[in-house]
Each structure stands twice: as structure tokens, then as C-alpha cells.
């Protein structure tokens, strides 16, 4: 039995890193992407732009206590700039989920790397090994056994970006 956890174990180390070796290409493919289709700089000039809407309907209804502009003009020039605000704060939020979405991979990698730098060249099952990766062992009545890991979720979360960014990329 041993044998068989052991290389199951393996093979589940060889799946990590092949996984991200392509979820590293496809993150280069992303950012090569991103620079040809965004500007240098594109985050700090939506900022500039949402700092300079918050001026302006700041700005418009000091007017308006003023009695510069109308009701009307205020409430009009106020719509306005809320619809430009909320769009450039929703441009932002996705450039910015893609760099967190990159973070939370990558916390999700280190799990998995910590355990291949201590058990990939591994040639027998030890109880460290076993605690560290398995969250459960079952011998079925067919003499079969399956394996259940810790950190599948984060492994997963790397598959799924891998499939985001194979989507995003093509």
C-alpha cells in the first residue's frame, strides 16, 4: 500500500507542476496582452480621472449653494459625473482584480511548492509525508484505494486560473 500512496503522491507533485509551469506561460501571455492592448500607466490615469470627478461634483454644488447653477443643471452635471465615476472605478477594479487574482494564485502556489522542495525526490512513504499531503487514505472492498489531499483547493484555484487566462489569452 505504501507504494501506491507514495506514487499516487507522486504523480500528484508531477500534475502541480505541470499546471504551473502553464499557468506561468499563460501569465506572460496575459501580461505581453495587457501591455499591447493598455497604455503604460493606464491605473494611475484612471485614478488621476476619479480624483478629478470628485473635484468637479464638488465643485458643482458649491455652484449650485452659490446659485450659479440651476436645480436642474446640478442635478444633471451630479448624475453625470457619478455615471463617469462609477464607470472608471469599475475599469479600475478589474485592472486591479487581475493583479489580485495573480496574488491569491500564487499564495495558493506556495502550499503546493513547499511540499515538492520537501518530498518530490522521495522514495518511500514517510508519516511526515502523509500529514503533510493527505487529508485521508480509504481502502475500498475492491482492494482499490483513493487518496484524498490537503490543499485542493488552492491546486484548484490554479486550474481555473489556468482555464481564465487560456479564455483570456486566446
Same mark, same amino acid.
Given at each position: *500500500?505504501?507504494? =501506491? =500512496?507514495?506514487?499516487?503522491?507522486?504523480?500528484? *507533485?508531477?500534475?502541480?507542476?505541470?499546471?504551473? !509551469? =502553464?499557468?506561468?506561460?499563460? $501569465?506572460?501571455?496575459?501580461?505581453?496582452?495587457?501591455?499591447?492592448? #493598455?497604455?503604460?500607466?493606464?491605473?494611475?490615469?484612471?485614478?488621476?480621472?476619479?480624483?478629478?470627478? !470628485?473635484?468637479?461634483?464638488?465643485?458643482?454644488?458649491?455652484? %449650485?449653494?452659490?446659485?450659479?447653477?440651476?436645480?436642474?443643471?446640478?442635478? %444633471?452635471?451630479?448624475?453625470? %459625473?457619478?455615471?463617469?465615476?462609477?464607470? #472608471?472605478?469599475?475599469?479600475? &477594479?478589474?485592472?486591479?482584480? @487581475?493583479?489580485?487574482?495573480? /496574488?491569491?494564485?500564487?499564495?495558493?502556489?506556495?502550499?503546493?511548492?513547499?511540499?515538492?522542495?520537501?518530498? %518530490?525526490?522521495?522514495?518511500?512513504?514517510?508519516?511526515? @509525508? /502523509?500529514?503533510? @499531503?493527505?487529508?485521508? $487514505?480509504?481502502?475500498?472492498?475492491?482492494?482499490? $484505494? &483513493?487518496?484524498?489531499?490537503?490543499? *485542493?483547493?488552492?491546486?484548484?484555484? #490554479?486550474?481555473?486560473?489556468?482555464?481564465?487566462?487560456? !479564455?483570456?489569452?486566446?
Amino acid at each position: *500500500m505504501d507504494t =501506491v =500512496v507514495l506514487a499516487t503522491l507522486q504523480k500528484q *507533485m508531477e500534475l502541480y507542476l505541470d499546471t504551473q !509551469k =502553464v499557468l506561468h506561460r499563460l $501569465i506572460a501571455l496575459e501580461r505581453e496582452k495587457k501591455k499591447r492592448t #493598455l497604455p503604460a500607466g493606464r491605473i494611475e490615469d484612471i485614478r488621476r480621472e476619479i480624483e478629478k470627478r !470628485k473635484n468637479l461634483s464638488t465643485a458643482i454644488y458649491t455652484d %449650485y449653494k452659490e446659485g450659479l447653477l440651476t436645480r436642474d443643471e446640478y442635478l %444633471y452635471a451630479k448624475k453625470r %459625473y457619478q455615471d463617469e465615476l462609477s464607470t #472608471l472605478e469599475q475599469e479600475l &477594479s478589474e485592472l486591479r482584480g @487581475m493583479d489580485s487574482k495573480a /496574488v491569491s494564485v500564487s499564495f495558493g502556489e506556495k502550499h503546493w511548492q513547499n511540499l515538492i522542495d520537501r518530498y %518530490y525526490g522521495a522514495t518511500e512513504l514517510t508519516g511526515d @509525508m /502523509v500529514s503533510a @499531503m493527505v487529508r485521508e $487514505i480509504r481502502l475500498h472492498a475492491n482492494r482499490s $484505494i &483513493s487518496v484524498e489531499f490537503l490543499y *485542493m483547493n488552492e491546486f484548484e484555484a #490554479l486550474i481555473r486560473e489556468c482555464e481564465r487566462l487560456k !479564455k483570456e489569452v486566446a
